[in-house]
């Protein structure tokens, strides 16, 4: 399965027809521990870079942003109750939410993981 990453710290991945979120390991290495999150809102449909969250920690808060255009088909129940899943596994149980992509092709104009790390290493 293919990772995609935004110029916002987001990841991506499409499993068939449904695409996963969520934060990557520098922007919660940025944010330090994660306290809160808010979670978009299961069958809205979102615009590409819309802001579809927020998560929130000791440190800061910052906006989720949709990586690509789509219905939110499901969050992470189990972020809600235990934010710093988002630290302790970001590409794993610490996903945000699952969308319906409108628009696949979107996906193009995102980064690889070669990308992501030239734009991080910038930073």
Same mark, same amino acid.
């Given at each position: ?6 110029e916002?710290?987001?990841w991506?991945t499409?499993?068939?027809d449904? $695409?996963? +979120?969520?934060i990557? =390991?520098? @922007?919660?290495?940025?944010l330090?521990?994660?306290v809160?999150?808010e979670?978009?809102? %299961?069958g809205?449909?979102y615009a590409?870079?819309?802001? $579809?969250? +927020?998560?929130?920690? =000791?440190? @800061? ?8 255009a789509g219905?939110?088909?499901? %969050?992470n129940?189990?972020l809600r ?14 996903w945000f939410?699952k ?5 696949v ?7 690889d993981?070669t ?8 930073a």
């Open positions: 399965m293919t990772v995609k990453y935004t916002d710290h987001e991506v499409l499993d068939g449904i $695409a996963t +979120v969520g990557t =390991v520098h @922007a919660q290495d940025a330090g521990d994660v809160f999150v979670l978009p809102a %299961v809205v449909d590409q870079k819309e802001t $579809a969250g +927020v998560v929130e920690s =000791v440190k @800061a808060a910052a906006d989720i942003y949709m990586p690509v219905e939110v088909i499901e %969050v129940e189990a109750g235990d934010p710093s899943l988002a630290n302790s596994d970001p590409l794993g149980v610490g939410f969308l319906r992509p409108s628009d092709s979107q996906l193009d104009a995102l980064m993981e990308g992501y790390a030239a734009l991080t290493e910038k």
